[in-house]
């Protein structure tokens, strides 16, 4: 009985000293583990800098030297307490297991990357489809507003084109190789006046190229009245009814309906067969600013033109100005 007892407790005594130096030298390969991969990233940074920084190297090689000693002492006191084996073994584990997790953390970080990446390029893609769709709805905004407002501008010019003295009447509007608009009128008076405008509406030049009396007759007949009734054609191609007195002095002066549109006929270039009037006198500089059409006018009319309001550009007097004076 008492060798039974005897040998429960020896078997009881070797059991706790083989856990008590299995845990010490667990924890021995532990801290041996952990100093040696300490020592090892030490000697990766030191392998790194460059020989210019001797200093550094210097501190470096000073902490892995102290790492090795640490390391010695702990294999000196493995051999001592006889747990070599296992200390080994539990340095080689923390080893393994931390090159393990730098593993997995350089593998989740890649991955982070990579996500990271892929968001960014999905993000980039969307701010440039909606940048796309913001320039195509800003080019459409600024396309409209330019074709309204030049519609606004070509309107506004047509209109001012358009406002003729009164009793002046429109025989023809065409467009010159630059752009400009070449009205021909004709007046209470019979002059006919071609009159260039620009873009914008603005006055260019005027004259007075001739007069109904000039036109070929297309038609003649005497009414009851005994006055002449004449229907004359400009170049143009309009048709003119005058009523002429017995003295040959315009009566009256009129544009039938023209079944069929006027057609565009070319301006005539310098040198053209077509009569035009010579100014009576050159402008000096006290004199008014006026057309040499609206001269002709002035003097037809008696008109004094240094009490004429100009509505041309710079205030420059022109045929209708003279006119609406006459007219009071």
Same mark, same amino acid.
């Given at each position: ?93 923390? #080893?393994? *297991? =931390?090159?393990?997790? %730098? !593993? /997995? &953390? $350089?593998?989740?970080? @890649?991955? +982070?990357?990579?996500?990271? #990446?892929? *968001? =960014?390029?999905?993000? %980039? !893609? /969307? &701010? $440039?489809?909606?940048? @796309?769709? +913001?320039?195509?709805?800003? #080019? ?42 070449v009205q021909r ?101 006290e004199e008014p ?40």
């Open positions: 009985m008492a060798e039974g007892i005897q040998n429960l407790t020896q078997q009881i005594h070797e059991q706790t000293l083989k856990s008590a130096q299995d845990f010490y030298g667990n924890s021995l390969g532990d801290l041996l583990g952990q100093v040696q991969n300490d020592r090892s990233q030490l000697q990766e940074l030191l392998e790194q800098l460059p020989e210019s920084q001797e200093e550094a190297r210097e501190q470096l090689e000073e902490l892995v030297a102290s790492y090795e000693a640490i390391e010695n002492s702990l294999e000196e006191v493995a051999q001592q307490q006889g747990v070599e084996e296992a200390v080994n073994q539990a340095a080689q584990q923390t #080893q393994e *297991t =931390a090159g393990e997790a %730098a !593993e /997995q &953390a $350089q593998d989740v970080a @890649g991955q +982070a990357t990579e996500e990271a #990446q892929e *968001t =960014a390029g999905e993000v %980039a !893609e /969307q &701010a $440039q489809d909606a940048a @796309g769709e +913001a320039t195509q709805q800003a #080019q459409g905004l600024v396309d409209q507003q330019v074709t309204e407002q030049a519609g606004d501008a070509v309107g506004e010019a047509t209109q001012a084109a358009q406002e003729l003295a009164p009793g002046t009447q429109l025989l023809s509007e065409t467009t010159n190789e630059a752009g400009q608009t009128t004709v007046d209470e008076s019979g002059d006919i006046v071609e009159t260039t405008l620009d873009e914008s509406g603005n006055l260019v030049d005027e004259d007075i190229v001739g007069t109904v009396n000039e036109l070929p007759s297309e038609e003649e007949h005497t009414n009851e009245e005994g006055q002449t009734v004449r229907t004359v054609k400009e170049e143009s191609g309009a048709l003119i009814h005058i009523k002429l007195g017995p003295d040959g002095n315009i009566l009256d002066l009129a544009l039938p309906p023209q079944k069929e549109e006027v057609k565009e006929e070319e301006v005539l270039e310098e040198g053209s067969s077509e009569t035009h009037y010579e100014s009576h006198s050159e402008t000096a500089e600013d006026a057309t040499d059409a609206a001269r002709q006018k002035a003097e037809q009319l008696g008109v004094d033109l240094s009490e004429v309001n100009g509505s041309g550009a710079g205030g420059r007097i022109t045929v209708k100005d003279v006119v609406q004076a006459a007219q009071g």
